[in-house]
């Protein structure tokens, strides 16, 4: 199934999940860790956006932040870039860090907030990263010291997470920690993370239910929310995003045609996605690179990704077709 593209539009609440390639770990020891604090502090400043939650495990990374003026792409591209240039540079590596795509939820706000802060901060724990709520407090690698007053963080929205419990600071903090510790016998809250219908509606009783009632609802692996708030931001999305909501009928029309024209030359079409230079494959691959896009609306991008190969790769198929045809 193709990708869906990100709902990203400023000002949102995003669950953001990074993870090492392969499962491996992202930060080795301290001086790792600070790193990525460091650039969390200096992008959250430049770009406006708001931080509440965040914890640094070994091989991954939760963050909940409100995105800024220009989205939430552009921080975390700018994160993750920085971070994975200087770690491969002290620890003398090569090659990708993290698995393709870091993951991002929008969420309701006024639903979710709270277990998502909670969540988020008890990941340390859960870990054996810590031993108890007390070493959890002074951890300093995720937000939750911050929010005990351990920790100086000024580009942590540590008043705002503060107010959800209470009017003064005080109390606000005692309350937090209350319902923080309350959290831990809740286990792993997989519904926080995955699973976009049962999300959305609760749990596999309420889905069960539903689909024996046949009822309807609009869900989104994208979204954590209930159905009337998964409507709204789809409603939000520009034209593209909407159309990615549903499953890309062009691009499953460009798989069949890939099958089509493989069981007809007898190629083993992982021959043709594997980058093989064979004559009959190389030619294959050209025509039906000419036909996705001329024939199916496919762009160049989407064309390369169906074939195996890179965009530039396809681009010098239609160049070497029109100097063909000049000929």
Known sequence: ?????????????????????????????KYDRANMVARMEELAKETET??????????????????????????????????????????????????????????????????LVRYIHLNPLRASLVKNMAELDRYPWSGHSALMGHKKREWQGVDYVLSWFDKTKATARKEYRRYIED???????????????????GGWSQVLSHRKSNGKVVTDQRILGQGDFV????????????????????????????????????????????????????????????????????????????LGVSTSAVSKIFLRKGKANRN
């Not at 995955?194 to 959305?200: D, V």
């Not at 021959?271 to 004559?279: F, I, P």
């Not at 009959?280 to 025509?287: A, G, Q």
Request: contains cysteine; glycine residues 8%; proline residues 2%.
């Open 50 to 115: 708001s931080i509440y939650a965040w914890s640094l495990m070994t091989n991954h990374v939760h963050i909940l932040l409100k995105s800024g003026p220009h989205g939430l792409s552009q921080f975390m591209r700018r994160l993750l870039t920085g971070y994975a240039i200087t770690y491969n540079l002290r620890h003398k590596r090569y090659g990708h860090l993290f698995q393709n795509r870091y993951k991002s939820i929008i969420c309701d706000e006024d639903v979710y907030f709270q277990q």
């Open 1 to 29: 199934m193709p990708r869906q593209a990100r709902l990203d539009t400023p000002g949102t609440l995003h669950h953001v999940i990074v993870r090492g390639i392969e499962k491996k770990n992202i930060f080795d020891d």
């Open 231 to 306: 409507e709204r931001i789809i409603g939000e999305a520009d034209k593209r995003i909407k159309s990615q909501v549903s499953v890309n009928e062009k691009q499953i029309n460009a798989e069949k045609k890939i099958h089509e024209f493989c069981d007809i030359e007898g190629i083993n079409i992982e021959e043709l996605k594997g980058g093989s230079r064979r004559a009959n494959i190389s030619d294959l691959r050209s025509r039906l690179a000419i036909d996705l896009v001329k024939n199916h609306g496919l762009t160049l991008a989407e064309t390369a990704r169906q």
């Open 183 to 201: 959290g831990i016998a809740e286990g792993k809250r997989n519904d926080l993370v995955g699973g976009g219908l049962i999300r959305t509606l």
